[in-house]
Every structure is written in structure tokens, then in C-alpha cells.
């Protein structure tokens, strides 16, 4: 496995929460995916799931450097399986540029409590 690049984050919980209160669904739609808003809002931990949905996205900006290349937040999600681990999935500019640099896959790591969220990726290609 060859690493193209590597991304770690850690947010507090509040402020996402303050973000979504504040700016309500402008913020969600611009950050998130319509599939991880209905993640999180089935979730008792609401805040802490989007909280560490952010952190990833940050993550993945990091190892791809994404804000050099225009890509959105909402052109990254984070899915979860049904044995609930969490991956990554690319839309849009962030795609392209994954295809054009032949990354074949990320590995995630998340982590959240009641106060804080973090999150570690790593870009590869084989």
C-alpha cells in the first residue's frame, strides 16, 4: 500500500451543534449528504455523529488536500455498514481528483464522546 496522504482532525462537539442551530439546514445541506443527516438525526447522540462526520471530512480534506482543489464538504460522506464501520465516499470534484491520482481506497478512524469527535484517514493506492 502506497500513502498518498494522511489527514487527522478533532472538533468540539458544541460547535457543531452551535453551527446547526444557528444556520439550521443551510449548514447541514452545505456539509452534509442527505443519507448522513438521516444517519444522525436517527441517532440518540445526534450532535456527537455529526461531530464526528465533520472531523472525517476534515480528515479526508487533509489527506487529499481538498480545499487546494475547490472540492465541498458535501462531495465526501461517511457511510457506515451494517457491522457499523465507517467508510468514505467521493462525489463530484473529490472523485475525479481520487480517479486521476489512482486512490484505490481510504482507511477511517473514528472516535467521539460526549464533548469531542476525531477522526483519522489515510489515502492509499496499491
Known sequence: MNVIGIGTEI????????????HGELFLERVYRPEE???CMER?????HFAARWAAKEAVMKAIAGRQ????????????????????????RAAQWSA???????QLSLGRCRTHATAFVIAFKN
Open 37 to 39: 443527516v438521516n444517519y
Open 11 to 22: 472538533i468540539e462537539c458544541v460547535r457543531i451543534a452551535k453551527m446547526i442551530e444557528r
Open 100 to 106: 486521476s491520482r489512482d486512490v484505490e481506497g481510504f
Open 44 to 48: 440518540s447522540s445526534a450532535t456527537q
Open 69 to 92: 482543489r475547490g472540492i465541498r464538504w458535501n462531495e465526501i460522506a461517511i457511510a457506515v455498514d451494517a457491522q457499523t464501520i465507517p467508510s468514505i465516499r467521493l462525489y463530484g
